[in-house]
């Protein structure tokens, strides 16, 4: 009977899990269950340290290169990043090599710098799509302007009072990746390890342990990954948002696929033998 | 942007994200639609970001400005369009040449350096300063030193796979499996990640601000299908019933 029953449930319309698991995402969304994200990763960790430790006025490159593809795990990242460079009264500066960036880029800073007062050209500035990173990055080596000759907005980008005595990678504080591509590998090639530039990074879940080789060597100095990650920052900024809040479903699916993969395991096991 | 450019946006990105979902149940006209138009924007879309953005500022703008130099660059890569033309395809070597050289000259070195050298000295760096470590980190540098060993025998084909090298070996696949699984778990999480990202939108445009996008079109999808579905009844031969 036992074993009729199992054979049956194995043989359920697959389409009856992609409900249970839409829900499962779904109803957290509707009604938080405000489950608590305990363990902060030390990667993470690294990064907010990182920050922490420049002093107010130091300038930092982000480098945002993910679309809306990537947007649920990386925007939360990026939001964090900006968030705690604004509370610290860091300088920012941002770099892209996604054409899809730029808007989501425009969503992170016309947000943000209305919560922090900040002002564009003086507290950050947005630099245009760039294609080829490579050789980007190499002439960034020696003179940002001799790329970045204008900001996104069409204004000489040395003049402007955040680019202040930024001329290459040896004025940044820190340098942060975000990004849904492989482009982190090519910013530690082409910058962090030929020119020493700290670098740090936010990358997918997916990517996320690719890159465990870079932060055993210090090549990185840490590593935000997926919207865990993304959770982590909040938490340590003590500023929930899409990170934290997407905890919640991911944690229910978590839990439905860890059941669901024991049952199936028991279930086979109990059909063979019974 | 205007408060009803806004709604029609809305009304936009919920009916195709439903549209696309759809196809979990079964393949039908809407998700045709939505895939055909994704295809189709996307290569709108790669068509602007390459005039706009290299085109036009990086070959029109400075040939106006007569800086002659980037014809250099320019019909290098213009000659890789040649090899769709047999009689004069020899063109397209002129910029492949161009490309490997400047290609390998770049990134030969810098890959030596970043990821041969430096990963072959972070596995025994911490070996030279042991009096420092503490047992946990003494453990953690051993695992890697033993992950990285084994796996190399594991990709070493050169020496006959038995005895103690196929032990060894041995010892490099669960070091493989170990990642295999980490890899798989957090590309589960990415995809849930992703998930909550639409069903988070989805959640946001079925607001009376949205006019109730997401459930009028959720339910027009599911009248669809129980219509069609009945329809598929009656006519049996013609039917795709799952």
Not at chain 2, 129 to 142: I, K, P, Q, Y
């Amino acid at each position: 009977m036992l074993k009729k029953t199992l054979e049956l449930l194995f043989n359920i319309d697959r389409r009856w899990l992609f409900l249970l698991l839409a829900l499962s995402i779904f109803i957290p969304i509707v009604r938080p269950l405000g489950l608590p994200n305990k363990n902060i990763s030390a990667d993470v960790r690294h990064v907010y340290e990182k920050m922490n430790s420049l002093p107010p006025g130091s300038f930092i490159l982000l480098s945002l290169d993910y679309d809306p593809s990537t947007r649920p795990e990386l925007h939360p990242q990026a939001m964090a990043l900006v968030r705690q460079a604004f509370e610290r009264n860091l300088r920012v500066g941002v770099v892209t090599f996604i054409p899809g960036s730029t808007g989501l880029i425009d969503e992170v800073f016309s947000t943000l710098s209305k919560q922090y007062n900040k002002v564009y050209g003086k507290d950050y500035v947005i630099f245009p799509y760039e294609p080829n990173i490579v050789a980007v990055l190499t002439q960034m080596a020696s003179n940002l302007y001799g790329i970045y000759d204008k900001d996104k907005y069409g204004n000489e980008a040395a003049s402007l009072p955040v680019m202040k005595g930024i001329t290459n990678y040896k004025d940044m504080g820190l340098v942060v990746d975000v990004t849904g591509t492989s482009s982190i590998d090519i910013w530690v090639q082409y910058a962090g390890d030929k020119y020493n530039v700290p670098l740090a990074a936010g990358v997918t879940a997916i990517s996320q342990p690719s890159y465990g080789p870079y932060l055993q060597t210090g090549q990185l100095k840490g590593l935000i990954g997926g919207m865990k990650g993304a959770a982590d920052y909040e938490t340590l900024l003590n500023a929930p948002g899409k990170g934290t809040s997407g905890i919640d479903a991911l944690n229910l699916a978590h839990i439905l696929v860890v059941v669901l993969i024991v049952f199936s395991n028991l279930g086979l096991f109990l059909v063979k033998y019974l | 942007m205007s408060h009803t450019w806004m709604i029609a946006g809305g009304w936009l990105a919920a009916g195709l994200t439903i549209f696309i979902f759809s196809f979990l149940y079964k393949d039908n006209p809407f998700f045709k639609i939505a895939e055909h138009l994704y295809l189709g924007a996307g290569m709108g879309w790669w068509f602007q970001v390459y005039l706009y953005s290299i085109w036009i500022p990086k070959v029109a703008d400075p040939l106006r400005a007569h800086q002659w130099a980037v014809l250099v660059p320019a019909v290098l890569g213009v000659s890789l369009v040649t090899q769709f033309f047999p009689k004069i395809s020899w063109v397209s070597r002129y910029g492949f040449t161009f490309l490997m050289g400047y290609g390998a000259g770049l990134a030969i070195p810098t890959m030596l350096s970043t990821n041969f050298m430096s990963q072959i000295y972070g596995c025994i760096q911490p070996f030279t300063d042991v009096s420092h470590m503490t047992r946990l980190g003494m453990l953690n540098s051993l695992i890697v030193a033993v992950g990285t060993i084994a796996v190399l025998f594991y990709f070493f084909f050169s020496v006959e796979n038995k005895g103690a090298v196929k032990k060894i070996s041995n010892i490099g696949i669960y070091f493989l499996m170990a990642y295999f699984g980490t890899t798989f778990g957090n590309t589960v999480m990415a995809r849930f990640s992703l998930l909550y990202g639409r069903f988070d939108e989805l959640y946001s445009y079925s607001g009376a601000n949205y006019f109730y996008a997401t459930q009028v079109l959720l339910a027009g999808m599911v009248a669809y299908f129980l219509v069609h579905g009945l329809l598929a009844k009656k006519k049996p031969e013609g039917g795709a019933a799952n």
